[in-house]
């Protein structure tokens, strides 16, 4: 005998069925929001990319909604392309002074989406059995597509603020034993670049010392 029960092989592919759908619905989001911010508008073509990969119609509105609404992210809002491949997003801006020192191009900040994402992260505390019976009970089966958890330093990690804030709402109401540690964000890099020689290394070197007092995010690999 396998020793596995019919009710187990069961929810193992449906657990991998909804991951995997999980991730081309985070991809087609992604790639309507970067359309309709290139284009300006909610075009057709967005619409069709929708149908195409089942997503709701009534998303693409919502995404539509929220960029004519103007609503920025809360981190990052200067993008910038820097010599030898590498990108970076700031929460401040540079000064144009030390800008050109650095070799460094302002880019339309729509574009930060083709190569980074923002990550929201909640750190929490008490029992992880506690939170997953809580979610587990009050969170929407679609939401938990979007989420990912990390057990062993109890953190949720989603590319939506909306999740966040919904696993938010449902631990101080429902689980007042779990608490909220530590609530922030960040920037990840889509493709990351690697510093192959001296000359890189050392261009890299003085970056992060002239931008020592601006926080920023880059797809270098061993930036920390």
Not at 63 to 90: R, V
Not at 157 to 168: A, G, L, M, P, R
Not at 175 to 185: D, G, Q, R, Y
């Amino acid at each position: 005998m396998a020793g596995h029960s019919h009710a187990t092989n069961v929810k193992w592919r449906k657990d991998r069925q909804n991951q995997a759908r999980g991730k081309l619905h985070q991809k087609t989001r992604r790639d309507i929001e970067l359309l309709i911010r290139e284009e300006g508008k909610l075009s057709e073509k967005a619409l069709n990319i929708a149908r195409q990969n089942n997503f709701p119609k009534e998303k693409v509105y919502q995404i539509w909604e929220k960029i004519k609404l103007g609503k920025k992210n809360d981190c990052s809002q200067y993008f910038y392309q820097a010599p030898f491949g590498i990108w970076l997003c700031l929460e401040n801006d540079v000064p144009d002074k030390l800008a050109t020192h650095l070799k460094l191009k302002k880019m339309p900040l729509y574009l930060i989406f083709n190569y980074f994402q923002l990550i929201y992260v909640l750190k929490l505390g008490g029992e992880s059995n506690l939170l997953t019976e809580c979610l587990m009970t009050d969170l929407p089966a679609e939401a938990w597509e979007k989420i990912d958890y990390d057990e062993q330093k109890q953190e949720l990690t989603s590319v939506e603020k909306e999740t966040i804030n919904t696993i938010k709402s449902i631990i101080s109401i429902k689980n007042p034993k779990l608490t909220i540690v530590e609530e922030k964000n960040f920037w990840k890099a889509f493709f990351f670049k690697t510093l192959n020689n001296s000359e890189e290394k050392n261009y890299y070197s003085q970056l992060k010392k002239e931008l020592a007092n601006i926080k920023f995010y880059s797809n270098i690999e061993e930036y920390k």
